[in-house]
T-cell receptor, first 111, second 113 residues
Framework: EADIYQTPRYLVIGTGKKITLECSQT?????MYWYQQDPGMELHLIHY???????EKGDLSSESTVSRIRTEHFPLTLESARPSHTSQYLC??????????FGQGTRLTVV | GQQVMQIPQYQHVQEGEDFTTYCNSS?????IQWYKQRPGGHPVFLIQ?????EVKKQKRLTFQFGEAKKNSSLHITATQTTDVGTYFC?????????????FGTGTQLKVEL
């Protein structure tokens, strides 16, 4: 079982609220990723990091922001949630050029 | 940016039939990985291919990496109901230190008895 954790698992929140999705891993991986996935659809890379204080935007434009102050922690923040942000958010981590381990995901609903 | 497409998008098969999904990248890849995602679950790593023309087998699954390192395939022989799920390829580009892991569009497999 991979040691990567996401909280919360499920979140229902009102439009305009600020939210932070948490992701932590205990494997010492340098690389971490955030993907957005609608049910049964493809994974869209929205942010990635290759080390502390190094973050990049992914292929899908996103209104979210990330930070990487510690190796094990890679939180994603939405400053003002909108219904279009409703989706599943998956966090993953890996070493250099090796397999990615995924968390259980956060299912976000914005009402 | 790097794009990774998979075909077909969906596949229904009868149990015992074979299944193949194809993965094509717009750019050359340093390596290709394959993942399986069960309904309601998260992607789980299956295998990684690194060398041009590489072929690897895992029981009924055969994975290939193209000579140009821009395409790959996954073939399942004699499908079983436990094979149900979505299969994704994922690639790292040769530039940018391989930091970005881009997933393909996925192929959803349904197996009927």
């Amino acid at each position: 079982e991979a040691d990567i954790y996401q909280t919360p698992r499920y979140l229902v929140i009102g439009t305009g609220k600020k939210i932070t999705l948490e992701c932590s891993q205990t494997m010492g991986h340098d690389k971490m990723y955030w993907y957005q996935q609608d049910p049964g659809m493809e994974l869209h890379l929205i942010h990635y990091s290759y080390g502390v204080n190094s973050t990049e935007k992914g292929d899908l434009s996103s209104e979210s922001t990330v930070s990487r102050i510690r190796t094990e922690h890679f939180p994603l923040t939405l400053e003002s949630a909108r219904p279009s942000h409703t989706s599943q958010y998956l966090c993953a981590s890996s070493r250099v050029n090796t397999e990615a381990f995924f968390g259980q995901g956060t299912r976000l609903t914005v009402v | 940016g790097q794009q990774v497409m998979q075909i077909p998008q969906y596949q229904h098969v009868q149990e015992g039939e074979d299944f193949t999904t194809y993965c094509n990248s717009s750019t050359t890849l340093s390596n290709i990985q394959w993942y399986k995602q069960r309904p309601g679950g998260h992607p789980v790593f299956l295998i990684q291919l690194v060398k041009s023309g590489e072929v690897k087998k895992q029981k009924r699954l055969t994975f290939q990496f193209g000579e140009a390192k821009k395409n790959s395939s996954l073939h399942i022989t004699a499908t079983q109901t436990t094979d149900v799920g979505t299969y994704f390829c994922a690639g790292r580009g040769v530039t940018g230190g391989g930091n970005k892991l881009t997933f393909g569009t996925g192929t959803q497999l349904k197996v009927e008895l």
